[in-house]
């Protein structure tokens, strides 16, 4: 229950409307549909037995196999990612074509183009960018300038894009924005060498969405929370204490008895990265003399400390699902390992606590879920025009390729046989953690596919979470929202749906 001075409101309304012609039930609605409200009645008698709700248990099989890195030999050259990645992809851009530009379409490699015929080509883009940061840049003795602050995007007008395959590259213009293009998506171009060398593009296509097994229907609503962005460590006590009564919330420690029952058809927790504030990374430890270090300990060990008593609160009531981020202790490289069990000696004695791994994939309940920490993302937002992470989102999942940028602007591990980052099978719910704001959207392929893409908000900037209906593949957000005192008099807390 709130504290004094903290009242919950309830303010029940899911952010998008539902989809036309179809029972959509949100968390919300749940507790609507109580008749009253037990915050003003009498308090039970010693005889009446205090009412239990119990949780909704689903069946949950992890499927993140193929983001676990076994042998870790950074001697290989990123060169055979590419090749990996182009080979994977070459036999299903060719179907595509064929689809899009008919059966006789003549496919080419690059080697074998002949000027002016119309032909399509399959290849990996390379997008060469004057604005991009080069280490060789950095280092030059040529620029003894000051350090000018990093743009929050790097593409310009002179931006060139390229197609490469096994063999050759070549040079593109025509019908394409460069802009919303980035180095190491794999498509397939249809159009025409020009005599000066340089190849002419009429249309272009992707992968677009793979196969998808259907969704077992359900009878029940059953919600998974995605929250992500925590941000423990920081100095921020309005973050802590939003981030106490979303706890409480999911525990059924909050509000009456109607919104308790709602709580428990919270099934599953999933936690998408960056539990760690930026501000317990001191980048200059390594650096340091040992005399003025001796003594300290790193800021992040406070915070995991933190973490842990948070995790043990929300494991010993509900299964929690724990991925990694870009500020948190593990390998900083995609895919990010899953955190250590040493780190959590409270929480992890209990089996309902699941350590993942950056990418995430799982099936609960026979929905597939699939998503990152945000990572991805991001960077292609920096090297692109693409600002909404939600189109970001629903880009990569046509390109069939969760990270298209790593190696070249995001570090991932050098793998030499098979890119793990191809999707081979279409999620049902596609999200990434760590975005600015809450948006979800459902989109349909063309072979009957739906999939429900959701930005997970950072919480600690936000005070929001979303919960997944897995029977209407519905999302709505959740949100914690403090006021200081000079914004309300009474200091209230809004817990608003």
Known sequence: SAGPGLRPR??????????AGRSTVMFSDL???KEGSSLLSCPPSEDQAPAIFERMSLAYTPC?????????SFSRQYAHIYAARLMQM?????????EKWGTDVCIRKLCDLQTGEQCCIVGTLFKRMELQPSILKEISEEHNLLPQPAPSKYISETDELILEDELQRIKLEGKIDKDKCVTGSVIAIYGAERSDGKFTVEEFCTADLPLQTE???????????????LGLGS??????LGLQLLVDMITGQLGDLSEQSGAATISRVLLAGNLLSPSTQDKDASTKAKYLTKKT??????????????????VASV??????????????TLPQQPLHRCMFPLSSVYPTLQLASNPYQADIDGVRFLGTSGQNVCDIQKYSSLDSHLDILEETLRLRHLAPTAPDTLGCYPFYLKDPFILEECPHVYFSGNAPTFESKLIKGADGQEVLLVTVPEFSSTQMACLVNLRTLQCEPVSFSAFSAGEDEESEMNISH
């Not at 299964?319 to 900083?332: C, E, H, I, L």
């Open 10 to 19: 309830s303010g029940w309304s899911a952010r998008r409307a539902p989809a």
């Open 31 to 33: 507790n609507a549909q």
């Open 64 to 72: 993140s196999e193929r983001y676990k890195v076994g042998e870790r």
């Open 90 to 98: 070459r036999p299903l851009l060719s179907k595509r074509a064929q």
């Open 215 to 229: 969704r077992p229907t359900l009878t029940t609503d059953r919600f998974v929370l995605l929250a992500s962005g």
């Open 235 to 240: 100095s921020h006590a309005d973050s802590m």
């Open 297 to 314: 300990q790193a800021g992040s060990v406070d915070a995991i400390r933190m973490l842990d008593e948070l995790l043990l609160q929300l």
């Open 319 to 332: 299964p929690v699902d724990v991925m990694p981020g870009q500020y948190d202790p593990t390998n900083y």
